[in-house]
């Protein structure tokens, strides 16, 4: 056990200081364990949710399937154009379009289409791009917090789980949809002076030809169909009787069938470091779990609270905030499954715990310019643009952001659930 714990702390603190690739350090610390027989082959095998690596790899084929046919920048041009450039609107539109986006493919994928389409629009109205980028980067994390698929810690929880994609969603979209709109007022607040668009920048975003962006019409009406159709089959996932992510690989084959593109060019568009990342991560919280550190962990939640429901939802609730600010949230949150599962089991199955931990996880994403990849990633696209975000900026933002998240949320706990 003293050694899982010290292979796993080790590999955090790697990762935090983003000073080796986190698929390195997740690869040595998964092989540490295998070669010092921590856990066995056959263990660590069966610790890996290949569920959970069906859905990420059948939703990378798909979202790279359509973007190539500029339907995602189609839409965010026109969310802009709908609000006439006026300052507010643009950040409401830009802001739930990143949401609805992020919900329904991945808060990833949506930072990588939205951010250069938002220095696009922040060219023609003559505005700062960075507070724009800001808030889409939060905006990315609490639209993924809504659904079984928008953000990498719901991945985790649905793998290890029977929650279905219609639960995800009636659970955890509503307190989103709030935390969305009143945060991004208070982005807008904190930026307005930076967001002033001169008068004649107005009648620049109005004569953008959002049709042009389209650049292959006839693979957007071959794939987007598909697309449409496997959100769909996400709802109904259980009355079929299919695992998320047979729902998914399916969907990326009926749009391999269908789209014109090369089939190389979209293999190309598997992640594969984040696949190999997900599956040695399994396998450290495998030996975790298989030393029994997670039941140690389980029992310690329950005698500090007292076996008291409410201060273990609210606790798991403010730790996975926080903690998933200061390290990235997808490996405290394969960690943090075990450990819940158990709470779970202890208290006849109830699942107020997952939304507990999902909340936390997902909204704790937004603290630091670290924290999840979403951020990572926007961080990367706006400094090979010359316009970096920097770490204390986007502190000062998350924080504030991150309180307002997890208050609402306890709120929320509350009336719904306590």
């Not at 603190?13 to 350090?25: C, G, L, N």
């Not at 859905?55 to 500029?70: K, Q, S």
């Not at 990143?98 to 250069?116: I, K, Q, Y």
Request: hydrophobic content about 55%; overall charge negative; charged content about 15%.
């Amino acid at each position: 056990m003293t050694l899982a714990i010290a292979i796993f702390a080790g590999a955090l603190a790697v990762i935090a200081t983003e000073r080796v690739d986190r698929t390195k350090v997740a690869m040595v610390g998964a092989a540490l364990l295998l070669v010092t027989q921590t856990i066995d082959q056959e263990v660590a095998i069966e610790a890996i949710d290949w569920n959970t690596l069906g859905l990420l790899a059948g939703m990378m084929l798909i979202v790279r399937l359509t973007e190539t046919t500029g339907v995602y920048t189609y839409l965010a041009i026109r969310a802009a154009q709908l609000s006439g450039g006026r300052p507010l609107l643009v950040v409401i539109a830009l802001a739930l379009a990143t949401g609805v986006l992020s919900a329904f493919l991945d808060n990833l994928t949506t930072v990588l289409l939205m951010v250069p389409i938002t220095f696009l629009l922040a060219d023609a109205l003559d505005v700062d791009p960075i507070p724009l980028i800001v808030i889409e980067v939060m905006a990315s994390n609490i639209g993924g917090t809504a659904t079984l698929i928008g953000d990498p810690p719901n991945i985790l929880i649905a793998g290890a789980t029977d929650l279905t994609f219609g639960q995800f969603i009636g659970n955890l979209a509503p307190i989103a949809l709030v935390v969305l709109l009143l945060v991004t007022g208070l982005l807008y607040l904190g930026y307005r002076r930076r967001l002033q668009v001169a008068p004649e920048a107005h009648e620049r975003v109005l004569e953008l030809d959002a049709r042009r962006s389209i650049e292959d019409p006839d693979e957007a009406r071959r794939t987007i169909p598909v697309l449409l159709l496997t959100i769909v089959a996400f709802f109904l996932h259980k009355p079929l009787h299919l695992e998320p992510a047979t729902v998914a690989l399916v969907g990326a084959t009926l749009m391999l069938v269908v789209s014109r593109q090369p089939l190389s060019g979209a293999l190309a568009g598997i992640e594969w470091p984040t696949l190999f990342f997900f599956l040695s991560l399994f396998v450290m919280v495998g030996a975790l779990e298989h030393t029994g550190f997670m039941a140690d962990v389980a029992d310690a939640v329950a005698d500090v609270t007292g076996g008291d429901r409410t201060a273990e939802l609210i606790g798991i609730l403010w730790t996975a905030g926080i903690a998933s600010g200061v390290v990235d949230n997808i490996p405290f949150t394969a960690a943090m499954i075990p450990v819940v599962e158990q709470l779970t089991l202890d208290n006849a199955g109830d699942t107020a715990y997952w939304w507990a931990l999902a909340m936390g996880a997902c909204f704790g994403g937004n603290l630091l310019l670290i924290s999840a990849a979403a951020n990572v990633a926007a961080a990367g696209l706006a400094e090979r643009a010359g316009r970096p975000i920097g770490f204390v900026p986007f502190l000062k933002a998350g924080v504030p952001v991150v309180l307002v998240s997890l208050l609402l949320s306890t709120a929320y706990l509350g009336v719904r659930y306590l």
